[in-house]
T-cell receptor
Framework: GIQVEQSPPDLILQEGANSTLRCNFS?????LQWFHQNPWGQLINLFY???GTKQNGRLSATTVATERYSLLYISSSQTTDSGVYFC??????????FGDGTTLTVKP | EAQVTQNPRYLITVTGKKLTVTCSQN?????MSWYRQDPGLGLRQIYY???????DKGDVPEGYKVSRKEKRNFPLILESPSPNQTSLYFC?????????FGSGTRLTVV
């Protein structure tokens, strides 16, 4: 199956700092999403981005499908950004695979 | 409001006692899926369904059953739960690969 690697596994930032999270995947995919799991366990959809670039406020994401990676940028981080960020990929066949996540801690 | 609803949110049960976790979506999505999340292992896919009456195994289907008799519902059935099925479970639905997740069900099997 498709392998998904996220880096770094853990990231500690001071409030106001910027960060880049990376997701590498081992094969061609039709779907790619970034999720944020907040400290209460809720999974929040950030971006559906199988290719190209999208922005939503302080967050943006870029997927380069031909090179099999995606990046999530967080600018001017806030304590509420803390949690786990997951990348998930899938194909039209229905299977989906998650990376192990990046745990982000933003300190005040 | 577009949403995926799972019930119950929390459940403690005993080994061997059959249980069902319900999942319902109101977005008319054809695709639905179940995942379990364990510490250090991320989310792993249990079963998925591309449409009514069409289901398929994910990466960790052992010990689980599903059914898809109608588009909106996709229940997860544990016929004989065991302690290694203690986990946090998520149901999701999707259109075109854009997923919406339920709030999760925390299951403890003792």
């Amino acid at each position: 199956g498709i392998q998904v690697e996220q880096s770094p596994p853990d990231l500690i930032l001071q409030e106001g700092a910027n960060s880049t999270l990376r997701c590498n995947f081992s094969d061609s995919v039709n779907n790619l999403q970034w999720f944020h799991q907040n400290p209460w366990g809720q999974l929040i959809n950030l971006f559906y981005i199988p290719s190209g670039t999208k922005q939503n406020g302080r967050l943006s994401a870029t997927t380069v499908a031909t090179e099999r990676y995606s990046l999530l940028y967080i600018s001017s981080s806030q304590t509420t950004d803390s949690g786990v960020y997951f990348c998930a990929v899938g194909t039209n066949a229905g299977k989906s695979t998650f990376g192990d996540g990046t745990t982000l801690t933003v300190k005040p | 409001e577009a949403q995926v609803t799972q019930n119950p949110r929390y459940l403690i049960t005993v080994t061997g006692k059959k249980l069902t976790v319900t999942c319902s979506q109101n977005m008319n999505h054809e695709y639905m899926s179940w995942y379990r999340q364990d510490p250090g292992l991320g989310l792993r896919q249990i079963y998925y369904s591309m449409n009514v009456e069409v289901t398929d195994k994910g990466d960790v289907p052992e010990g689980y059953k599903v059914s898809r008799k109608e588009k909106r519902n996709f229940p997860l059935i544990l016929e004989s739960p065991s302690p290694n099925q203690t986990s946090l479970y998520f149901c999701a639905s999707s259109f075109g690969g854009d997923y919406t997740f339920g709030s999760g069900t925390r299951l403890t099997v003792v």
